[in-house]
């Protein structure tokens, strides 16, 4: 029975991983370049393995097993499938918000702009 209370405390271990994988994944996505995408995410495993040799000492988890690998991978799918996508849905709508204001205050100053005078035909002629 012990080991079915480690794999659910791994799972909810996993949960939080995946809350803070919500920043890094944040910085991946706004930054196109890969080589960003792939630091954020080494930075990630860094933080997140230091998190959880932390979290299993002060827990006292038992040497590694299999099963506490399959609770870290649960809980992260698990968020993955269900709290980042409610996540990623206020993001959008966030995004969508700024963005709509944010053109909005651009076609005033392109309409000030329009304001001007035609231009000229320039020739064509050598």
Known sequence: ???LRVFFLCAAFGLLGGALYEPFYAVGKAFRPRPVKIAADLLFCALF???????????SLPPFRFYLFLGLCTGFFLYLKSFHKTVAFFEKKIYNIKKHFGLHKRERKCRAKRRRSPRKKQDASP
Not at 49 to 59: A, D, G, I, L, T
């Open 49 to 59: 393995s230091v998190c959880f040799v932390f979290f299993s000492v002060s827990v």
């Open 1 to 3: 029975m012990p080991q």
